[in-house]
């Protein structure tokens, strides 16, 4: 990446315990990265805070792709392209209120209608009472 964007190609120091290794996951995507997985930080001109992420290969490609799209030339660019490739890939990405409402909506109404299937079943039972029952 040209300009102060540094791309540095960690080996296992940060997740090393003993001789087992902590797998590392993907700040994008969140998968496990078993090998080769790129930090990369902001450049020093960024505004604080500055940031540091751990990709994956497709995930740094993505990012690779969306910096070469871009037209922005300012110290935040890296930090931009993050953004719009998180929004893409980030499996919490998609989460919103709509569907948890509709998921809401679809457990309340489940319950409705085994109520409504107990209500009725109870009143069957009630009846064939009192039709067995001699007057």
């Known amino acids: 990446m040209p300009g102060n964007d540094v ?5 296992r ?3 090393q315990r003993g001789r087992w290794y902590k797998p590392i996951r993907c700040s994008i995507c969140t998968s496990f990265i078993w090998f080769h997985p790129i930090a ?5 001109e960024a505004p604080e805070p500055r940031y540091e992420w ?10 690779l ?3 070469a799209r871009s037209s922005i030339r300012s110290p935040m660019r890296l930090r931009i392209a993050m953004g ?3 929004a893409e890939r980030s499996p919490r990405a998609y989460t919103s209120t709509r569907v948890s409402e509709h998921q ?3 457990r309340e109404f489940s319950w409705f209608v085994w109520a409504m299937v107990l209500f009725a079943l109870f009143h069957v039972v009630i ?8 007057r």
């Open 7 to 11: 791309t540095v190609a960690t080996r």
């Open 13 to 15: 120091e940060t997740g």
């Open 40 to 44: 990369l930080k902001e450049p020093l």
């Open 54 to 63: 751990v990709l994956c290969k497709p995930c740094h490609k993505a990012l």
């Open 65 to 67: 792709v969306e910096m």
């Open 84 to 86: 719009l490739v998180a």
């Open 104 to 106: 809401q909506f679809q």
């Open 127 to 134: 009846l064939a009472i009192l039709w067995s029952v001699p």
